[in-house]
């Protein structure tokens, strides 16, 4: 089991290397510089900014210096924002994209797993069809749509709720973003959770269960649930990875100052040092998620322990 | 005794079978019509007189309410909505399904290689492909389409130098697509070459292949000859799942200003034009949403039909 895990761990980092590599390798081939301005400026003053980042050695010397220093912790200093550290620029946008997706999880959780538990247990009836329909339409209403008609709706017409901007984790302003975001997880950990359950369920034991004349509620809290959740838990670290890159359009939308919002710049102002500490921590946060879901999944299938 | 009496019954092929599965199932039949009328109009529509060009700017016009003339209403420009909506959803369905032949393209060479070859090439094939899974999806095709976009101006010129100056105005919306059939088309194609690869090793490990080997065939053309042919259904389905990605990831980027490009306009960049102005004019972001998502949906259902039809074991229950 620990061999299992080091395994993970060390396909993790060569995930990481890889990433910095091709990262490495699309930036420094972007069309353009990051110095192009409006007004162009000397080339002996543009050739003096290059090596004050470090930008005017040659390509191998460049990866490996800067591979060095990220390794050290230093992720360079942005072009974009002028004197600006990269860690910095992250530290202030990152936790706000994280409460974002921390919160988006938790009603994607909370609408998700009921609603997977009691399609399973009414299998075929029309409460299974309409809660699968609605999942169905919750997969294909992409947050780009659904967004905009929310912060129109709710929030502008209505004005019940803050239609754009961010005041932290504990305020109204989350609500809207967050519901947007945690939608399509939901539906998809419905149908997960359905598929799990109704998995287990068709199984021998349960049946023992129910000849024993145990009562439903039991039978679906105590004997299936833990397995049933399976599938469900796979996809729960993965699709926290997801929600806080896929938080890039939200944050677009409802205006909120995450680590999105300074991708999106750092791409268009082609800010090689920005991009690629944004890149390498979208990155990490996949492969933790993906670690600590080997770990959980380990720890509720015991047949997993063995091997 | 009469010949029709020793007539084997008629049997029903596999794909006979799999039909009338899908036949069974209301909601694939709903979704191909839905389909069939939305690609039907989108690609015969504008040839009609009352869909207007969906260029021509009527400034006095603009933001109008549906009406005879303008069915969806103008846009801020006064442009045409229906119009645009038919022309974008020409594009989005150009992009997903060039996209998606990219994507079943190395999905199926890389897949069945892998699955075929067995031992050190295949773990390596796969494992590049678990790395490449990865990897933050969204940022790196992000990262993909800005770097292919210089492939968009030496493309056009390349073309024209041959077919004349004349040409430019009907190559250069195909060409500013390429970069995006690229970006998407390079990291879709991973499931895909996982579901190859078990097909194809399932395949593989049977006698009529051993058979076929020892009859002297060569290794091409047992893959492609009897090999291909029987792993077609898992393919079908998981390329029909595919298409509805591509276009949510083709609406996605246009919506962040990074996909589809003026002149062109998809059904993202309606909708990211229909956001920005959904307080005054619901309208532009209601009617592109529409049509977007009933595609979406009726693509998901045709392939959970599909995967019911094709692959009955695979379904969930």
Same mark, same amino acid.
């Given at each position: 089991m620990l061999k299992t895990i080091l395994g993970r761990l060390g396909q993790g980092i060569l995930v990481l290397l890889v990433l910095y590599s091709l990262t490495f390798i699309l930036v420094r081939t972007l069309p353009g510089d990051p110095f192009m301005e409006e007004k162009a400026i000397p080339e002996h003053v543009k050739e003096k900014k290059k090596a004050a980042y470090g930008l005017n050695d040659d390509l191998p010397t460049q990866y490996l210096n800067n591979l060095g220093k990220i390794l050290k912790g230093d992720f360079g200093y942005s072009t974009m924002m002028t004197g600006r550290d990269v860690s910095e620029i992250i530290k202030h946008s990152f936790p706000v994209s994280f409460q974002l997706g921390i919160a988006a999880m938790i009603i994607a959780m909370l609408i998700g797993i009921p609603a997977g538990i009691i399609s399973a247990a009414r299998k075929n009836t029309l409460i299974d069809f309409s809660t699968m329909a609605i999942a169905m339409i919750g997969i294909c209403l992409p947050s780009f749509v659904i967004g905009p008609i929310l912060a129109t709706w709710i929030g502008q017409s209505m004005k019940l709720l803050p239609a754009a901007g961010w005041d932290g984790f504990f305020s109204s302003s989350i609500i809207l973003p967050a519901v947007t975001l945690g939608l399509i997880t939901g539906a998809y950990l419905s149908r997960l959770t359905r598929a799990g359950m109704l998995d287990i369920l068709g199984q021998d034991f349960i049946r023992t269960a129910q000849a024993k004349g145990l009562k439903e509620k039991s039978i679906l809290f105590k004997h299936a649930l833990k397995g049933g959740m399976i599938p469900a838990v796979a996809y729960l670290g993965p699709a926290f990875a997801g929600t806080i890159s896929g938080s890039i359009i939200i944050e677009q939308i409802f205006h909120i100052p995450g680590m999105g919002q300074q991708f999106i710049k750092a791409i268009n102002k082609q800010d090689p040092f920005l991009i690629q500490g944004c890149v390498l921590l979208y990155g990490s946060l996949i492969v933790i998620a993906n670690l600590v879901t080997d770990i959980v999944q380990v720890y509720l299938n015991p047949r997993l322990r063995k091997s | 005794m009469t010949p029709s009496s020793t007539d084997p019954e008629k049997g029903t092929s596999l794909w006979q079978d799999a039909w009338q599965r899908l036949c069974k199932n209301k909601a694939s039949i709903i979704s191909v019509w839905l389909l069939g009328f939305i690609i039907v109009l989108c690609l015969i529509g504008p040839f009609f007189p009352f869909v207007d060009n969906p260029n021509i700017q009527d400034l006095p016009g603009r933001n109008a309410a549906p009406s005879w003339a303008h069915w969806f209403g103008t846009d801020h420009l006064g442009r045409d909505l229906f119009a645009r909506v038919l022309y974008g959803g020409r594009i989005s369905i150009l992009v997903a399904l060039v996209t998606a032949a990219v994507s079943l393209t190395i999905g199926l060479i890389w897949g069945s290689i892998a699955g075929y070859a067995k031992g050190k090439i295949d773990t390596t094939m796969m494992r590049i492909v678990d790395i490449l899974y990865a990897l933050p999806f969204l940022i790196i095709v992000i990262l993909l389409r800005i770097n292919f976009e210089p492939l968009t101006q030496n493309l056009t010129e390349f073309i024209v130098k041959y077919t004349g100056d004349d040409s430019r105005e009907a190559i250069e919306p195909i060409t500013t697509l390429i970069p995006l059939f690229l970006a998407i088309g390079a990291l879709s194609w991973l499931s895909l070459s996982r579901i190859v690869r078990a097909s194809v090793q399932n395949i593989a490990s049977q006698e009529y292949i051993e058979a076929a080997r020892s009859l002297g065939i060569g290794n091409t053309r047992i893959l492609l000859k009897h090999i291909l042919p029987n792993i077609l259904g898992p393919v079908i389905v998981y390329t029909t799942l595919t298409i509805p990605s591509i276009m949510l990831f083709e609406a996605m980027l246009s919506?962040? !200003?990074? !996909? +589809?490009?003026?002149?062109? @306009?998809?059904? !993202?960049?309606?909708?990211?034009?229909? @956001?920005?102005?959904?307080?005054?004019?619901?309208?532009?972001? +209601?009617?592109?949403?529409?049509?977007?998502?009933?595609?979406?949906l009726s693509l998901n259902f045709l392939g959970d039909g599909l995967r019911d039809a094709l692959d009955p074991k695979a379904s969930k229950d």
């Open positions: - | 919506f962040l !200003g990074l !996909g +589809v490009k003026a002149p062109n @306009a998809s059904w !993202g960049v309606l909708i990211q034009e229909g @956001a920005d102005r959904m307080f005054s004019n619901p309208q532009l972001l +209601v009617f592109p949403s529409i049509f977007f998502v009933i595609t979406l």
